[in-house]
């Protein structure tokens, strides 16, 4: 559907629904990031060497003992 088609179809539509077709409009626009795509983007690595997994990791906790018997 071409842009044309689509501003034909916004016309035909009540005056009074059209402010919530702008509503969705912008809030598609926000939803996906259009304005400003990078200022959410994650950065990779960003917390490398900042944390680690304790070596037990996997272990049982003694805390559970009594119920893993």
Request: glycine residues 2%.
């Amino acid at each position: 559907m071409s842009q044309a088609e689509i501003f034909e179809k916004i016309k035909l539509i009540p005056v009074a629904y059209q402010q919530e077709v702008e509503d969705f409009i912008d809030f598609i626009l926000q939803k996906k990031n259009i304005d400003s795509p990078d200022k959410n983007k994650r950065k990779i690595g960003l917390l490398k060497d900042k944390m680690k997994m304790s070596t037990d990791f996997d272990e049982p906790l003694k805390d559970f003992k009594n119920y893993m018997e």
